[in-house]
C-alpha cells in the first residue's frame, strides 16, 4: 500500500503546528507533543510551533502568517475540528482557502472508523491548500494526531511515496497565480 521509491531523494518538508484549545498549556500539550515527535522522526523540520484560544479570529491569523512565511510549506492544527459550540477550526479554514483536498478528510474519518466507530462522524477533520501551502486540521486528541500523521500525513509529505505524493506537486500550486502575473 505505501511504497517508497529509494531511487528518489528524501526531501524534508517544513512544517508549523497549531494547537486550539481554551484550557491546554505548551507543558499539557500532549497532541502538540506527538505531532512534533512524529514529524521530525521522520525527517521533516517543526519550523514554528504555537497555542491558539478557540477563535477564528486567532486561528485565521496564525494560518495566515504562516501561509505567507516562504519558510512553511504545511501547516497542521490539532483541535477545534468537532462539532460544539467552540469547535470552529474548519470555520477558520474557511476564510483561507483557496481549495479543498476533501480526500483527506474522507480519508481520516474511513481510517478513524476503523478504530472508533460511528463517533468518527463527530470529526470535521480538512486539508486544503493557500498560496501554495498545504493546510490540514486534525481533531485534538492525541490519537487522531497519530493516526493522521503515521496512516496519512507521513506518505504524502514523503517525496520518495509512489505512486504520487503531495510533495512532488509543490512546484505547481500557484501555477494559475504565475499564469496571471
Not at 505567507?68 to 470552529?88: A, E, L, M, N, S
Not at 509512489?162 to 510533495?167: A, E, G, K, T, Y
Request: proline fraction near 4%; hydrophobic fraction near 35%; glycine fraction near 8%.
Amino acid at each position: 500500500m505505501h511504497r517508497i521509491d529509494e531511487n528518489r531523494p528524501f526531501l524534508p518538508v517544513k512544517i508549523a503546528i497549531l494547537t486550539v484549545s481554551d484550557s491546554r498549556t505548551a507543558a499539557e500539550d500532549r497532541s502538540g507533543d506527538i505531532l512534533q515527535r512524529l514529524i521530525e522522526e521522520d525527517g521533516h523540520e517543526v519550523v514554528r510551533r504555537e497555542i491558539c484560544r478557540d477563535e477564528v479570529e486567532a486561528i485565521e491569523t496564525f494560518l495566515r502568517n504562516c501561509i505567507d512565511d516562504p519558510q512553511v510549506d504545511v501547516v497542521i492544527t490539532t483541535g477545534g475540528t468537532g462539532v460544539t459550540g467552540r469547535d470552529i477550526t474548519p470555520e477558520a479554514f474557511d476564510r483561507v482557502l483557496e481549495k479543498r483536498i476533501e480526500g483527506f478528510g474522507e480519508l481520516f474519518r474511513m481510517l478513524s472508523y476503523q478504530k472508533i466507530g460511528t463517533s468518527t462522524m463527530q470529526s470535521r477533520a480538512l486539508g486544503g491548500v493557500a498560496k501554495g501551502t498545504y493546510l490540514f486540521a486534525l481533531p485534538g486528541s492525541p490519537g487522531a494526531c497519530k493516526d493522521g500523521w503515521n496512516d496519512i500525513l507521513r506518505w504524502q509529505l514523503d517525496y520518495r511515496h509512489r505512486p504520487c505524493n503531495l510533495v512532488e506537486l509543490m512546484p505547481r500550486l500557484q501555477e494559475q497565480v504565475s499564469a496571471a502575473e
